[in-house]
């Protein structure tokens, strides 16, 4: 029996093998990358353009900026890149009110992102 291909609500396409199992053939791919050029919180500088991956998974998405070990889900590629942003600040605020007292993980995180913001004064 030959493979029967069919459209389902949504405009992506399905096809079933004579097997019976399902695979989608035209979906995005699992990873992308992308970069944060602009932040919605005025009060920062970006200095340089934020590398960062998005991961489908189960129920929508995972930002993430690799090089600083932040990641943060979304139901959207937007609602996890906005998360993201705001994770970044975040962390970015809370290490730096102490950097004496951060261990080796948020030092290196937060090196990484004195590349990437600063806060304005």
């Not at 030959?2 to 096809?15: C, D, G, K, N, R």
């Not at 699992?30 to 932040?39: F, K, Q, W």
């Not at 030092?107 to 806060?119: D, M, N, P, R, S």
Request: proline share 6%.
């Amino acid at each position: 029996m030959a493979a029967v291909s069919f459209f389902s609500q949504s405009p992506t396409l399905f096809t079933i093998p004579a097997g019976g199992a399902s695979e989608n053939s035209l979906i995005a791919p699992r990873v992308t990358h992308d970069y944060i050029t602009a932040l919605e919180d005025d009060s920062y500088t970006l200095i340089a353009p934020i590398p960062i991956e998005f991961e489908r998974a189960e129920y929508g998405y995972v930002a993430s900026f690799l090089d600083a070990n932040i990641a943060v889900p979304g139901d959207t590629k937007l609602d996890a890149r906005r998360a993201l942003e705001v994770e970044i600040l975040d962390a970015f605020d809370d290490w730096t009110s102490d950097e004496s007292a951060l261990g080796i993980g948020p030092t290196q995180g937060l090196a990484v992102l004195k590349q990437y913001i600063a806060k304005k004064r």
